[in-house]
């Protein structure tokens, strides 16, 4: 026996989600109501895709504000390394910074677009402006609700940790839109008779993520394991559930098979050993710097709600709790397929104690905020259907009482923009942003190789060089330098960057504080003027 299954809404009422123009309808008979409500229907989706529109474009917009800070470690590092090398290179070196799908985006972009860093960070950027409109229908196929639809956009617009990794030439941003559309497609599977084609495109979907970020294997068994359980549990019919089954253990193999297709380049280079020993010491690395699975969740966890406040988090909190309970309660097979995948995905990376750093649990971060959106609408829903009294056919006298209560919590949703706009840097990686660029540039005008520049190492060091078509600049001790411009955080580090132990400290006269830019002070010292005339010509003079 067949359990039709509900999505998740307000069970008795029926309330306007946004006001629309009222018209001069003849709704004296059945075809006047027809025609009326078939034009209110079209009137409430063109506001519906209108706001969904706006929130995208003020999203891409805010992000674009991001797209040319400084350049960060892994980045750069991906860039210099990998990212700027040759399409045969980038598919043989497989190590964990080497999201291969997203650096092959990025060495196409950079090699028509060039390297400046939006450039390096547009993929990553087109991936986080996806997400608006990907996570929004996620959010529509789990309750039917336009309220969920805009609180989830409007959350996945504003979050601090989103828009860091949407302007991060990074691949985490495909690897969330990547599972969310799998997700959909898993959806999809379960109320489609046609299953081969879905099937074959998940599987597709789950080996292009794990291209990107392997860990979207774990993502693709998890939505197996809930896909079988969520039917599973509710009273599927038997040939149904032998489908689902069984399509779903021949999807996962075919993910695995397009996924060794795609790494076969890495495979042939490196071979399985060599594949296994980058695993281990990338894995020891990361056992080292993370703290243990408690202390990762924590990590994880800071990092969604970063900016947040103290509002935000307790909504998505109780929106989550609230539309587990209801799912529970009515059955509701799509909420339920991503809570309990949800859950296996986190059991499975404790299992294999897979050491994720807290930017790699991101994937799962619109998920939750689609879920907490649901349980959010709902529970307005039911507020509103308390407090407002009901004309004789159900519905709000006064749509403008319920459009003012769900304006108000998509306000409170949107309350992290008002610290992400405070922040003039969005860093997660701890000392992940030494700001080089300023005094290389400085350098650069006061005219190399006269000048150098002494910082703490990191790959943006090599980047800006690169980028600015600098070669490699000199040692202090070098003769020819008279200028050297220092990058540090304060006094501290300055004194362990430049100390009677660097050679040629006795050169140079005292540094002084040159100007404070971002995160970071430049200071400035000259080479004693006494000295100047004994020191030869620069190598570029000598040419000349």
Not at 165 to 183: D, E, K
């Amino acid at each position: 026996m067949t359990v039709e299954t509900m999505p998740i809404t307000a069970p008795t009422r029926t309330v306007d989600h946004f006001p629309t123009v009222a018209a001069a309808y003849d709704e004296s008979g059945p075809d006047g109501q027809a025609e009326s409500s078939r034009r209110r229907e079209i009137a409430i989706r063109r506001w519906f895709v209108f706001l969904i529109t706006a929130i995208a474009i003020f999203g891409a917009t805010l992000r674009v504000h991001f797209l040319s800070l400084p350049m960060r470690y892994d980045e750069s590092y991906n860039y210099v390394h990998y990212a700027s090398r040759s399409i045969p290179f980038i598919l043989s070196n497989y190590v964990p910074n080497n999201h291969i799908l997203h650096t092959l985006m990025v060495h196409v972009v950079t090699g028509i677009f060039g390297d400046s860093p939006a450039c390096l960070r547009f993929p990553a950027f087109v991936a986080g402006v996806l997400l608006f409109p990907a996570t929004a229908w996620l959010t529509w196929v789990l309750s039917r609700q336009r309220l969920a639809s805009f609180l989830a956009a409007t959350a996945v617009c504003v979050s601090s940790a989103l828009i860091e990794y949407s302007t991060n030439a990074r691949g985490y941003s495909w690897l969330a839109l990547f599972a969310v559309i799998q997700f959909m497609i898993t959806v999809h599977v379960m109320t489609t008779k046609r299953q081969r084609t879905a099937w074959i495109t998940w599987a597709i979907v789950g080996a292009l993520g794990a291209f990107t970020v392997p860990v979207m294997l774990l993502w693709s068994v998890s939505l197996c394991v809930a896909s079988v359980v969520v039917n599973c549990s509710l009273k599927v019919k038997s040939a149904n559930r032998r489908a689902i089954m069984r399509n779903s253990i021949l999807a996962m193999a075919s993910c695995a098979a397009f996924t060794g297709l795609l790494f076969a380049p890495a495979i042939f280079t490196s071979g399985l050993s060599g594949l296994r020993a980058t695993h281990r010491m990338s894995t020891d690395i990361l056992d080292r710097q993370l703290p243990g699975f408690g202390g990762a969740l924590i990590c994880a966890s800071q990092l969604f709600l970063r900016d947040a406040g103290v509002v935000w988090p307790v909504f998505i909190v109780f929106g989550a709790a609230f539309v587990s309970i209801q799912a529970v309660i009515r059955g509701n097979r799509e909420a339920l397929l991503a809570i309990v995948a949800t859950i296996v995905a986190v059991a499975a990376i404790t299992l294999f104690r897979v050491p994720l750093p807290a930017r790699a649990w991101l994937f799962l971060w619109p998920i939750a905020i689609a879920l907490s959106s649901v349980g959010m609408a709902f529970i307005i829903d039911v507020l509103i259907s308390r407090r407002v009294p009901l004309d004789a056919k159900g519905n709000a006298p006064n749509p403008f009482i319920s459009f003012v209560a769900r304006f108000g919590v998509m306000s409170v949703f949107a309350m992290p923009l008002v610290n992400v706009l405070r922040e003039p840097y969005l860093v997660s990686e701890p000392g992940g942003l030494v700001d080089v660029e300023p005094a290389i540039d400085t350098c650069r005008e006061f005219g190399p190789p006269r000048c150098t520049v002494v910082s703490r190492y990191t790959p943006a060091t090599a980047y800006y060089l690169r980028e600015r078509k600098l070669v490699d600049l000199p040692l202090p001790k070098d003769p020819f330098v008279r200028r050297i411009y220092f990058v540090a955080e304060n006094s501290s580090e300055l004194a362990g960057l430049w100390n009677d132990r660097v050679a040629g400290y006795a050169d140079y006269a005292e540094p002084i504080l040159m100007t404070v830019k971002s995160s970071r002070s430049i200071f400035v010292a000259d080479r004693r003027e006494a000295s100047f005339d004994k020191y030869p010509a620069t190598p570029r003079e000598e040419k000349h």
